[in-house]
C-alpha cells in the first residue's frame, strides 16, 4: 500500500528538496549524500538517504527514473509552488489568514537589511498598485529573490 500524499514536506525532505533545486539536475542517492554530508558534521548514511527519497518518491515530492542499476531523481513540484504551499499553510494555521502579524513576526526574526527592506517595500508598492496580482495571474507569481547575505 502506497503512502499517503504529504501536505508539505519535513524539515529532512525539504533539505533535499534544496539541494536539487540548487543542482538544477537530477540525481542519484549517492549525489545527495555527498551533498547533505558536506553540509553537517556528522555523516548521513547512504541507506537512510535512500530511504528517505524512497519515501518521497512514494509521496510524490520527487519523481524518479531508473538509469542503469540507480534512480535518478527530480523535484516533483518547482522550489516557488513549494514555497508558496509552505507558507499558505502557515499563514492559515499559525497566523489564521493575517498577512500583517505574519509580516511582522518575520521582519522582528529575520531582521533584514537596508536593501532587503527597500526590496520589501518595492515589492509592497507594486502589490498595492496591482502589478503584483497581474505578475501572480500571469505567471504563477513573482520568483522568489535569491537570499543574499548579510551586512
Request: proline share 8%; net charge negative.
Amino acid at each position: 500500500m502506497g503512502r499517503p500524499r504529504a501536505e508539505q514536506p519535513t524539515p529532512a525532505e525539504l533539505e533535499v528538496l534544496k539541494i536539487l533545486w540548487d543542482r538544477g539536475t537530477p540525481a542519484t542517492v549517492r549525489d545527495v549524500l555527498e551533498l547533505i554530508n558536506a553540509q553537517h558534521e556528522s555523516p548521513r548514511a547512504y541507506t537512510s538517504v535512500m530511504s528517505l527519497m524512497n519515501v518521497m518518491a512514494e509521496k510524490g515530492l520527487l519523481d524518479r527514473t531508473p538509469q542503469g542499476r540507480a534512480f535518478v531523481y527530480v523535484p516533483a513540484t518547482p522550489r516557488d509552488q513549494t514555497l508558496r504551499s509552505l507558507l499558505g499553510e502557515t499563514l492559515e494555521r499559525a497566523y489564521e489568514g493575517s498577512a500583517s502579524l505574519l509580516v511582522a513576526h518575520l521582519l522582528d526574526r529575520s531582521k533584514p537589511t537596508t536593501d532587503e527592506l527597500e526590496q520589501i517595500r518595492a515589492l509592497l508598492d507594486a502589490y498595492e498598485t496591482g502589478q503584483a496580482e497581474e505578475s501572480d495571474k500571469n505567471q504563477g507569481g513573482a520568483p522568489c529573490p535569491p537570499k543574499r547575505s548579510r551586512k
